[in-house]
């Protein structure tokens, strides 16, 4: 073939090929990368791959040692001022051999944590090389290990999430099976695992929960200590939330599911069993006073963040430094006892007995708790602690939720009218709700009070349920739902449906959660999640911690700026139902609540300081929830009463003379700039019909509010609130007629403008029942 001919070849996209009718050599970059090149460069990888673990499997040793048993340390609790809450330690173990394990504790952990370890090499390759390609690509820790590895990890390593460890981890686990028998790993795993309640080792967990020594568990109990492996301290049914009951339950049913599957436990015998009764935490008497609530829940959120950062609680050695403020705190204690306590005396009235308060106050700035009420104390047997139990009704606090909602989502009423302070609701009792997801819901009023038209603003000073209610429906009931989780509120939690009895805070809540939900109002929108964890360390090494305050904007400044601002008039109106709360030295913005049959009273307000949210609840025999009637002597017990009382003392000496006196408010949505129209002074008979549509149509268009900075806010005296006036309340018979309330408050005097009689707050459900959370 001569030149000519390779040329035309070439242009023609034919390889031209020499005089003996051969290819021509591929030159440059690609003669590197020919099928048998690559081919080679594959083998090659592998080669090099398997002589690197080779190498290292020669190299690695199992360790005479464990280094966990080495640097076994305890972990200390302590305020920033140096006192100690609490230190965990000296390691609670007591070792056991193979032969004193019984088979239903074998059983239930190798069913709950590797049902094949019998059978297994010892290590999980696709599970390790999952964990370390998570770990390369920044995605985590994930599960996979098997006992062996855990044993390993938790005997002669760390708990740090780095390649080498992953690594080292399953030579050592390859090695162990060599020199170990399977009943030796599985004594040591159980011998050095972690149970929760300062519990390392299975007996030592067996005395914690049950009392008992690990020979003489059941079934249903092994499988119960089996199912705590996985998340110690959230899985404990009696100090635990409701959340981590369930799963603790759910996991203890997997386990013995499981036992069912590899035929250790029959079909017949699993259908009899019923979960086992957990024993209390034995008292320790260095958690005196709020020290043991305190406590728990410091170590519930310390076990999360070390988790995180790749560590393990139980392995000792950390200084958590709490973010409590001893002044705060002394000042909480001695308010609940000076305002409710000393008030209440069990041996004339019964339902003294019931009264359970709890309290929660945080830094908006830092998100940092500087001070929680739990409960009577550990040492006396009260181990529920009330600031984080999540089983009450909050009531009207949810209010300011679907308003936030309303001006974050700039919503319209069903005649199209933007929503505002000024927007024009019907206010009287029994107003049939309109609009998608109504369902025919009527709420009444307390004492059912009829207000007629009544401004948004005017709405939430007297805590008017129609109002809120349409408002919710108007702006979408998921997106309410929605607003209230995203500031706080936990969306898991009981009877949190989208319905329109949301309106009337129908769910069960946490004051911890209530306080993550106002403090992002009082943040001018940017989230706040509570801790009570200033920092945690390590042999002096920091371990970074999750942002607990603005990591996020939740709402708009300008919404949440302008709930502030209504919130306001709350306190400061003479219409409001907290105006007992009002404050010389600083602003307050709030909100009442008391759910039905008053079995929960709640105060919920913020300067521009601090956020505190104060609840009284009723618990009756067995945790039983039951009405607050007559408690303290009082007919009622509303969210003015005792929580507003215990807010006000607390707040007044909590914030000293160095308060903030104004909030810092830039909003387009503040104050109502319009007089409602003169409200009912009367309720209507009751066979009279209420009107079926809203008069909101009626009314002028509402008016914007103007930009607010700083509302105007009438000032009085700390603590003085204007001349109260009897009402009778709906159950029992009227009182006489008590002078103005003072700072006494023993009894508090009933209070038709937010007292025990106050329309604020009974919680009531005519025409639809709360549907469960979907």
Not at 176 to 186: A, G, P, Q, R
Not at 745 to 760: L, S
Request: no cysteine; net charge positive; glycine share 10%.
């Amino acid at each position: 073939m001569g030149r000519a001919e390779e040329r035309r070849a070439q242009k023609k996209g034919s390889p031209a090929r020499s005089a003996r009718g051969k290819k021509p050599k591929k030159a440059g970059i690609r003669r590197f990368f020919t099928w048998k090149k690559l081919l080679a460069y594959f083998f090659g990888l592998i080669a090099l791959g398997v002589g690197a673990f080779v190498a290292l499997y020669i190299y690695v040793d199992v360790p005479k040692d464990g280094k966990y048993a080495a640097r076994a340390q305890a972990t200390v609790y302590k305020l920033e001022d140096g006192t100690v809450i609490k230190r965990d330690g000296a390691f609670n173990r007591e070792e056991v051999t193979f032969s004193k394990i019984p088979k239903t504790v074998q059983n239930a952990v190798v069913a709950a944590e590797n049902k094949d370890f019998w059978d297994d090499s010892g290590v999980d390759l696709m599970g390790t090389s999952r964990g370390i390609l998570n770990t390369v690509m920044g995605r985590g820790k994930q599960g996979g290990s098997t006992i062996t590895q855990q044993y390993v990890k938790n005997y002669y390593l760390d708990q740090r999430q780095t390649i080498s460890r992953k690594v080292t981890e399953l030579i050592i686990s390859l090695k162990l099976k060599n020199e170990m028998s399977k009943e030796e790993i599985l004594a040591g795993y159980l011998n050095t695992s972690y149970f929760g309640r300062n519990a390392y080792g299975i007996q030592a967990a067996s005395n914690a929960y049950f009392h008992k020594d690990v020979g003489k568990l059941n079934t249903e109990e092994a499988a119960y200590l089996a199912a705590l492996l996985q998340a110690p301290s959230q899985y404990d049914v009696v100090t635990g939330t409701d959340t981590g009951k369930k799963m603790a339950k759910e996991r203890w049913a997997y386990v013995l599911d499981k036992e069912v599957e590899k035929g250790w436990l029959s079909k017949a015998d699993r259908r009899k069993m019923n979960f086992p009764k957990v024993g209390k935490v034995k008292p320790d008497a260095s958690l005196k006073g709020q020290n043991g609530y305190i406590y728990e829940l410091a170590k519930v959120q310390a076990e999360e963040a070390i988790k995180q950062s790749g560590g393990n609680i139980g392995g000792g050695g950390y200084t958590i430094t709490l973010s409590i403020d001893r002044k705060r705190q002394a000042a909480l204690e001695k308010a609940v006892d000076s305002e409710l306590w000393s008030n209440l005396d069990p041996q004339t009235r019964k339902v003294d007995k019931a009264v359970q308060p709890g309290a929660v106050s945080v830094d908006p700035k830092t998100g940092k708790i500087v001070a929680m009420y739990g409960g009577k104390g550990q040492l006396q047997n009260r181990w529920t602690n009330n600031a984080t139990r999540e089983d009450y009704q909050p009531g009207s606090t949810f209010k300011p939720f679907i308003y936030a909602s309303a001006l974050s989502n700039e919503s319209k009423t069903q005649d199209g009218k933007p929503i505002n302070a000024n927007t024009i609701y019907n206010g009287d009792s029994e107003h049939q709700i309109t609009g998608p997801g109504a369902n025919g819901y009527a709420p009444e009023n307390e004492d059912k009070t009829s207000y007629g038209p009544v401004s948004v603003e005017f709405g939430m000073q007297k805590s008017i349920n129609p109002v809120f209610a349409q408002m919710a429906v108007d702006v979408g009931l998921e997106k309410v739902k929605d607003t209230a989780v995203g500031l706080g509120m936990n969306g898991k939690a009981s009877d949190f449906g989208a319905h329109p009895a949301m309106a009337l805070g129908s769910m069960a809540q946490s004051p911890l959660h209530m306080a993550a939900a106002y403090a992002t109002l009082n943040n001018h929108g940017k989230k706040v999640t509570p801790s009570i964890i200033k920092s945690i360390s390590r042999n002096g090494t920091d371990i970074d911690l999750p942002k607990s305050s603005g990591s996020e904007e939740v709402i708009s400044r300008d919404a949440a700026d302008g709930v502030t601002a209504v919130l306001q008039s709350v306190v400061e109106s003479d219409d409001g139902t907290a105006k007992k709360v009002r404050n010389s030295r600083f602003e307050v913005a709030g909100k009442t609540g008391t759910s039905e049959e008053d079995k929960s009273a709640w105060f919920t307000a913020y300067t521009p300081d601090l956020t505190t949210v104060v609840a009284v609840y009723g618990e009756g025999d067995g945790g039983k929830h039951v009405p607050l009637y007559g408690a303290g002597g009082n007919s009622r017990i509303g969210g003015s009463s005792y929580p507003a009382d215990i807010w006000a003392a607390y707040m007044d000496e909590a914030l000293g003379d160095d308060a903030t006196a104004k909030f810092d408010l830039e909003t387009d949505n503040g104050a109502a700039t319009q007089a409602p129209p003169p409200p009912a002074t009367t309720a209507p008979p009751a066979t009279t019909q209420p009107p079926s549509t809203p008069p909101a149509t009626t009314p002028p268009p509402a008016t914007t509010p103007p930009a607010t900075k700083t509302p105007p806010a009438t000032k009085t005296p700390p603590h003085t609130p204007p001349p109260t006036h009897t009402q009778k309340p709906p159950k029992p018979p009227k009182p006489p007629t008590d002078p103005p309330a003072t700072n006494t408050r023993k009894p508090n005097p009933p209070d038709t403008n937010g007292g025990p009689n106050g329309n604020d707050d009974g919680l009531h459900l005519n025409g639809l029942s709360p549907s469960p959370s979907p």
